[in-house]
């Protein structure tokens, strides 16, 4: 079907203007007066509608029309007329109308604005409303900001896999994939390594043989699971390639009932040859600073509509990120000027101890009031890979803080020494077998790189100002829920 997309007549007006055009969406207003009725419709493209002027005179099965019902899909023939007058710049006077799809007066998105939390049951429908609708159009936007923003510094785009048989994040939130026969597992003994298990906090076995899932009979021939980041392979392709970044679905199977946790969530993650952790942040920088532009400059009336229901200050603080200057602060640092106001917290801040978000958020909202990088975290608290610093405490990691969201961002300079990154593997209860292809990085070629893994849901959320994160994803999957 040749038709006219709404975006189009609102983009370039004149092009269009006292021409016969073909129009397709889905109704969101309708109204009649006898012999002259009103559709307000929109087909997505952008975040506006597009009102149709349909009279009894000119269209053959005008009654049928006036009965038809919010969400109907309609194709709708007719000239785009100027209104000098109205609140609209224009709309189609129809010639004909044909219905492709009825709705029914039960249909649930009815002019009333429904709750965040009612329209999370109906995700299936919720992308038909103002508020999703925007989103996903500026997720959609903010995706390809990303790619350009790599794409034109010389990155290459590189696809990690997504079943995965190492733990990157060594936490062990990961999602087991299998084909095993669930009424009929494979079980072996097996040896248990008293030491290793008290490494991986495990709560040692009194008997030193143990009964496990043998899955060396699985597809795989070895445990795999879902990818937690994208990053150990990644790291081999910076060290062939200089400058790579993946940006795909990554999956954590951790328990958090929180606004800012999904089971499934995109992770955006560059690496760099040749790099330190200055160059990792300024990187994160110039990157972040590179889609919210994007967005700003591409995105005004999905912006402006959030602006005026969820966050009145959206497009300031978007405008005024793009001129900050972003703070730096030691951990150590952090943990000082947190513990001066442990009375506000629920969870007291100490050096030792990870930040929680209430931490960050105060860090980031209350004392810089703009992005900040919190580096140098005590190594206990870091992944294995981390770089270590010369204090022998800490390493060069790098969290990026925003207002309203805490973490966006967390990265490091990776460890290129091969002796050094074997002890802290062994430190902290890896096997150093699974490993081998990793370790191999440096023993051959090993050069100073770097990365980080930006929360693409975060970014969305701190774009648009929706403070779910289940309001960002399409279909979101978090503990206790995977419908639709
Ligand atoms: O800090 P994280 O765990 O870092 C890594 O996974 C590194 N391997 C990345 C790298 O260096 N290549 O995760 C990175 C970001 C976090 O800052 C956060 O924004 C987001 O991923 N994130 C989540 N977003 C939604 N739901 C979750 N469960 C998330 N866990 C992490
Ligand atoms: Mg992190």
């Known amino acids: ?86 609140k609209q710049p224009f709309e189609i006077h129809a ?64 696809h990690t896999p997504i079943i995965t048989g190492s733990d990157c994040e060594g936490a062990g939130e990961m999602f087991t994939v299998t084909a095993l026969d669930f009424m009929n597992i494979p079980l072996e003994e097996q040896r248990v390594d008293q030491s290793l298990l ?63 946790h999904a089971a499934e969530f995109w992770m955006v993650e560059p690496e760099i040859a040749f790099a330190d952790l200055q160059d990792d942040m300024n990187l994160a920088t110039d990157m972040v600073k590179s889609v919210v532009h994007y967005v700003l400059e591409n995105c005004k009336p999905d912006l402006e509509f959030f602006a005026k229901f969820y966050d009145s200050k959206l497009i300031e603080r978007l405008e005024g990120l793009l001129s900050s200057e972003f703070e730096v602060i030691t951990y150590t640092d952090a943990i000082d000027i947190l513990t001066k106001s442990n009375d506000k917290f629920d969870h007291k801040a100490v050096w030792g101890s990870d930040l929680q978000t209430e931490h960050e958020k105060y860090l980031t909202e209350q004392v810089f009031q703009k992005p900040l990088f919190v580096i140098n975290y005590p190594k206990e608290i870091k992944s294995f890979y981390m770089r270590q610093n010369d204090d022998g405490k800490t390493v060069a990691a790098m969290d990026m803080l925003v207002p309203g969201i805490g973490e966006l961002i967390g990265g490091s300079q990776r460890e290129e020494r091969l002796d050094l990154l074997e002890k802290q593997m062994g ?51 978090t503990t206790g829920t995977a419908d639709f």
């Open 1 to 86: 079907m040749q038709r006219t997309e709404i975006f189009k007549l609102y983009e370039e007006k004149k092009l269009y203007l006292k021409k016969n055009l073909t129009i397709c969406g889905w109704i969101r207003t309708i109204r009649d007066s006898k012999k002259l009725g009103f559709i307000e419709i929109n087909d997505g493209s952008c975040f506006k509608s597009l009102q149709i002027v349909f009279e009894e005179e000119k269209i053959c099965n005008f009654k049928e029309i006036t009965k038809l019902n919010v969400g109907a899909a309609i194709v709708v023939h007719g000239l785009l007329v100027e209104t000098p007058n109205a």
């Open 198 to 260: 008290e490494k991986q906090n495990a709560i040692p076995n009194l008997q030193s043989v143990e009964k496990c899932v043998d899955f060396s009979q699985d597809f795989f021939e070895k445990r795999t699971s879902l990818t937690v980041s994208g990053q150990l392979e990644a790291e081999c392709m910076a060290l062939a390639f200089g400058k790579v970044y993946t940006f795909g679905p990554t999956f954590r199977a951790e328990r958090s009932y929180t606004t800012r």
């Open 427 to 477: 430190n902290l209860g890896l096997d150093k077998r699974d490993y081998w292809w990793y370790l191999d990085l440096r023993r051959y070629g090993s050069t100073a790189h770097a990365g980080f893994g930006l929360g693409f849901e975060r970014l969305i959320m701190y774009l648009t100002g929706l403070s779910n994160i289940r309001d960002v994803l399409p279909f979101p999957r």
């Open 95 to 158: 010639s004909a109308i044909e219905i492709q799809g009825h709705s029914s007066p039960e249909y649930p998105l009815q002019k009333k604005r429904h709750s965040l939390e009612y329209l999370r049951t109906i995700a299936h429908l919720r992308p038909r409303t103002n508020t999703f609708n925007a989103a996903f159009r500026l997720r959609s936007a903010a995706a390809f900001g990303i790619h350009k923003f790599f794409r034109d510094s010389g990155f290459i785009y590189v």
